[in-house]
């Protein structure tokens, strides 16, 4: 029974595009994060969040934006989607900002 | 900004032998470790943690952690085939309270 919930699992868009990855954890965590794991790259930290605040941000595109509508919701819209953009997403969260990640099973995003 | 080497890139060991992984930090605020495997197509978990000195184990898995060095070293001893992953190390920083990843170890087990 996933306790962190990305949706959706994969996804096929088309250059120019703009997407929606959900995430949904139901641990009861105040902290959430997005990471990005690629062939070309390792894990790579996006976003933090604490308490639906944004708390740090590594990713240099503004074309990535993360949206907190609940305390237990952070959904990434990527815009102006690019080839380069493909890669699996994972959401993940922790009890408070730093502590021990979980994460969630990724959403595995292609554009052609 | 906190580097974390994670060394050896790539490791073969044989069914049954003993995989040794290596990971460092180069922030002398850290404060707490991590280690996450990942198999092919899944998601990180975490596999055991570590803040003090010393060494922690659990099953066939062994954490040893330097502070002074801050080296940490993850031990698996009777290697099974099903420990063919991705395995990442993860440090936190108590002046960032970041928790920063390394590049991780692919090992492979041999049956």
């Known amino acids: 029974d996933p306790k962190i919930i990305q949706k959706p699992k994969y996804l096929v868009a088309v250059t120019g595009s703009e997407k929606i990855l959900i995430c949904e954890q139901y641990l009861g965590h105040n902290a959430m994060y997005w990471y990005r794991q690629s062939a070309k790259k390792p894990l790579e930290f996006m976003f933090s969040y604490s308490y639906q605040k944004l708390m740090d941000n590594q990713t240099a595109s503004s074309r990535f934006q993360p949206q907190s509508s609940k305390k237990n919701h952070l959904d990434l819209q990527i815009t102006a989607l690019k080839p380069d953009d493909s890669a699996t997403y994972f959401c993940?969260?922790?009890?408070?900002?730093?502590?021990?990640?979980?994460f969630g099973s990724g959403t595995r995003l292609t554009v052609l | 900004q906190q580097k974390v080497q994670q060394s050896p890139e790539s490791l073969i060991v044989p069914e049954g032998g003993m995989a040794s992984l290596n990971c460092t930090s180069s922030?002398?605020?850290?404060?707490y470790f991590w280690w996450y495997r990942q198999h092919s197509g899944k998601s990180p978990k975490m596999l055991m943690?570590?803040?003090?000195?010393g060494e922690k184990e659990e099953g066939r898995f062994t954490v040893h952690l330097n502070k002074a060095s801050l080296h940490t070293s993850l031990h698996i001893r009777d290697s099974q085939p099903s420990d063919s992953a991705l395995y990442l190390c993860?440090?936190?920083?108590?002046?960032?309270?970041?928790?920063?990843f390394g590049t991780g170890t692919r090992l492979q087990v041999l049956p």
């Open positions: 943690s570590i803040f003090s000195n």
């Open positions: 993860a440090a936190r920083s108590s002046n960032t309270n970041k928790v920063v």
């Open positions: 922030d002398r605020n850290v404060d």
């Open positions: 993940a969260s922790s009890q408070s900002s730093a502590e021990t990640l979980y």
